[in-house]
């Protein structure tokens, strides 16, 4: 498969970095009380980088990227994608980003098709364009022979690199991937890994929330771990290991799942069968 | 509007593929006519019973039928299955207006209660009921009762988008009972007894209603048509209003 010779990306300066976050916070108040999710986040992304942002469940990986993606409203702080303010211009953010959230959000009862020239035209393609335009993502992502099948038919690999096409329609600045490959097979994952690199030479600054550390060493130029709401450390995978090792003074080369249960103060234990993970 | 009208055509489209989700909505209405009509139609014979206009009460009965079938829109339900899937966030992340977001599936409700309201028509036709006020009429009768379908589609989805819960959903659309049931629905307002007639002049149905009737029994009578178009129209603003609200405000 050839896939199309056109940019996928995007017009942004090195000046400007693509995501920017100072002092973020998010807190939810419900009937049991306040909660603060994000708890004064501070990011930067270069143009042009995959990104990843790592932590365990509840950390606070989601609630930053829903207020990065402007689904979510900041409670403090501020952030900007692709030179924008998500607060002040949520709409001019909206044109720059592409989004894949967890779970692949996907309109079962259309074709994957027209999921696409849906989406296309909702970012003010004409119906011949958004025509093209689908034709060309679905051949990027390998859903052609698939495209006019209804998505209630299709697996978790194809819904997750279909929602990856949708999310490519309008050539975004910065996509952001929120657990790309969680619940899919080994070799989906691998797929869904091939594209996000082929997005990435494309020009387009991927942001990837991920629990998988493979997947952030494998993918990632730069990662950072977020913790309790909060970023505890942040680096390239490479140097973040090299901090570790010499820090503690191992023998062997730690893997980024060491670095992860030293920052964050976990360790792994079995119980009932299954290894999971426990505060120390 | 395009974006109104590309979210529109999905929806149509998704109603086309679930049929078995609109058949009842047509055939409820249509049982509720016959008992409603087998019920009373002796107690008010045509010929006895000035205000017939000289129609049988099926005719009478026909604008229940009309705002019952308006009132069964499944935008509200849909949403809430895109917002528990996570679609609805995806939607979201476009940047289209929160109104084009709000407009797009109730665009389809209208479309759907108006090829709805033909059936119907075409199916009272044989039985002897018509449209006094003739083609103007059944234009202005298909209207009212499109802008019916959207005014309570807009809040049932208006209940969706803040419970985001289906079970909810679906109960607030079964308000309309009672509030079809407080308005003059078996005999004209004037020979309701005392507190129904107050309850049914406090219940913004009970003009549309009478607007639908009018253009059926009477003839272009355009003080009651209008107040008629103006609750609906009111109506339509209202949901759509905290439709849009909700949706900005929406975490």
């Given at each position: 498969?050839?896939?199309?010779?056109?940019?996928?990306?995007?017009?942004?300066?090195?000046?400007?970095?693509?995501?920017?976050?100072?002092?973020?916070?998010?807190?939810?108040?419900?009937?049991?009380?306040?909660?603060?999710?994000?708890?004064?986040?501070?990011?930067?992304?270069?143009?042009?980088?995959?990104?990843?942002?790592?932590?365990?469940?509840?950390?606070?990986?989601?609630?930053?990227?829903?207020?990065?993606?402007?689904?979510?409203?900041?409670?403090?702080?501020?952030?900007?994608?692709?030179?924008?303010?998500?607060?002040?211009?949520?709409?001019?953010?909206?044109?720059?980003?592409?989004?894949?959230?967890?779970?692949?959000?996907?309109?079962?009862?259309?074709?994957?098709?027209?999921?696409?020239?849906?989406?296309?035209?909702?970012?003010?393609?004409?119906?011949?364009?958004?025509?093209?335009?689908?034709?060309?993502?679905?051949?990027?992502?390998?859903l052609s022979d698939a495209a006019d099948r209804l998505i209630k038919g299709y697996s978790g690999g194809m819904k997750r690199r279909l929602d990856l096409a949708s999310a490519?329609?309008?050539?975004?600045?910065?996509?952001?991937?929120?657990?790309?490959?969680?619940?899919?097979?080994?070799?989906?994952?691998?797929?869904?890994?091939?594209?996000?690199?082929?997005?990435?030479?494309?020009?387009?600054?991927?942001?990837?929330?991920?629990?998988?550390?493979?997947?952030?060493?494998?993918?990632?130029?730069?990662?950072?771990?977020?913790?309790?709401?909060?970023?505890?450390?942040?680096?390239?995978?490479?140097?973040?290991?090299?901090?570790?090792?010499?820090?503690?003074?191992?023998?062997?080369?730690?893997?980024?799942?060491?670095?992860?249960?030293?920052?964050?103060?976990?360790?792994?234990?079995?119980?009932?069968?299954?290894?999971?993970?426990?505060?120390? | 509007?395009?974006?109104?009208?590309?979210?529109?055509?999905?929806?149509?489209?998704?109603?086309?593929?679930?049929?078995?989700?609109?058949?009842?909505?047509?055939?409820?209405?249509?049982?509720?006519?016959?008992?409603?009509?087998?019920?009373?139609?002796?107690?008010?014979?045509?010929?006895?019973?000035?205000?017939?206009?000289?129609?049988?009460?099926?005719?009478?009965?026909?604008?229940?039928?009309?705002?019952?079938?308006?009132?069964?829109?499944?935008?509200?339900?849909?949403?809430?299955?895109?917002?528990?899937?996570?679609?609805?966030?995806?939607?979201?992340?476009?940047?289209?207006?929160?109104?084009?977001?709000?407009?797009?599936?109730?665009?389809?409700?209208?479309?759907?209660?108006?090829?709805?309201?033909?059936?119907?028509?075409?199916?009272?036709?044989?039985?002897?009921?018509?449209?006094?006020?003739?083609?103007?009429?059944?234009?202005?009768?298909?209207?009212?009762?499109?802008?019916?379908?959207?005014?309570?589609?807009?809040?049932?989805?208006?209940?969706?988008?803040?419970?985001?819960?289906?079970?909810?959903?679906?109960?607030?659309?079964?308000?309309?009972?009672?509030?079809?049931?407080?308005?003059?629905?078996?005999?004209?307002?004037?020979?309701?007894?005392?507190?129904?007639?107050?309850?049914?002049?406090?219940?913004?149905?009970?003009?549309?209603?009478?607007?639908?009737?009018?253009?059926?029994?009477?003839?272009?009578?355009?003080?009651?048509?209008?107040?008629?178009?103006?609750?609906?129209?009111?109506?339509?603003?209202?949901?759509?209003?905290?439709?849009?609200?909700?949706?900005?405000?929406?975490?």
């Amino acid at each position: 498969m050839t896939p199309p010779t056109d940019s996928l990306a995007p017009e942004m300066t090195n000046s400007v970095p693509a995501i920017s976050a100072r002092g973020l916070v998010k807190t939810f108040t419900g009937r049991s009380g306040t909660v603060e999710a994000v708890r004064g986040v501070d990011l930067t992304v270069q143009p042009g980088e995959v990104f990843g942002f790592l932590g365990p469940n509840g950390a606070g990986k989601s609630t930053t990227v829903r207020m990065l993606t402007t689904l979510t409203g900041i409670t403090g702080g501020s952030a900007s994608v692709a030179g924008v303010d998500v607060a002040s211009d949520p709409d001019g953010v909206r044109h720059k980003i592409g989004v894949a959230l967890q779970e692949a959000g996907l309109d079962m009862r259309q074709t994957g098709r027209e999921l696409v020239v849906l989406q296309a035209r909702l970012f003010g393609l004409s119906r011949a364009d958004a025509g093209k335009r689908a034709e060309e993502l679905l051949e990027l992502v390998e859903l052609s022979d698939a495209a006019d099948r209804l998505i209630k038919g299709y697996s978790g690999g194809m819904k997750r690199r279909l929602d990856l096409a949708s999310a490519l329609v309008h050539r975004p600045d910065v996509l952001f991937l929120d657990e790309p490959t969680t619940g899919l097979d080994p070799s989906s994952r691998l797929v869904v890994w091939d594209e996000v690199r082929r997005i990435n030479a494309k020009g387009t600054t991927v942001f990837l929330t991920t629990q998988y550390l493979e997947e952030a060493d494998q993918l990632c130029e730069r990662l950072a771990i977020i913790d309790d709401g909060k970023i505890v450390t942040e680096g390239t995978p490479a140097t973040l290991k090299a901090e570790l090792k010499a820090r503690r003074g191992l023998e062997a080369d730690p893997t980024l799942d060491d670095v992860f249960l030293d920052v964050t103060g976990r360790r792994r234990e079995r119980g009932a069968g299954e290894v999971s993970e426990v505060a120390s | 509007m395009r974006t109104v009208l590309v979210l529109g055509e999905r929806a149509v489209r998704e109603a086309k593929r679930t049929p078995d989700a609109l058949l009842p909505t047509l055939l409820i209405p249509i049982f509720f006519l016959i008992v409603n009509t087998g019920q009373a139609a002796k107690i008010f014979p045509t010929g006895s019973t000035p205000w017939l206009e000289g129609q049988s009460y099926a005719a009478f009965q026909l604008p229940a039928t009309l705002l019952l079938a308006a009132s069964f829109g499944t935008a509200a339900l849909y949403l809430v299955e895109e917002i528990e899937n996570g679609y609805f966030d995806k939607l979201r992340a476009t940047p289209i207006s929160r109104g084009s977001l709000a407009l797009g599936r109730l665009s389809a409700e209208a479309l759907k209660s108006t090829l709805m309201t033909i059936v119907i028509l075409a199916i009272a036709f044989p039985f002897g009921i018509r449209i006094a006020s003739g083609v103007v009429g059944v234009v202005l009768l298909v209207l009212l009762t499109a802008g019916w379908a959207v005014g309570y589609s807009g809040f049932l989805q208006f209940v969706a988008l803040k419970t985001r819960n289906a079970a909810a959903t679906n109960s607030a659309g079964l308000i309309f009972f009672p509030l079809l049931f407080l308005t003059p629905n078996f005999v004209p307002r004037g020979l309701l007894a005392r507190p129904m007639e107050i309850a049914a002049t406090f219940n913004p149905v009970t003009y549309v209603m009478e607007a639908l009737r009018s253009l059926i029994l009477v003839d272009l009578d355009w003080a009651v048509i209008g107040v008629g178009f103006l609750v609906t129209g009111g109506f339509v603003g209202l949901t759509l209003w905290m439709n849009i609200r909700t949706m900005a405000k929406y975490d």
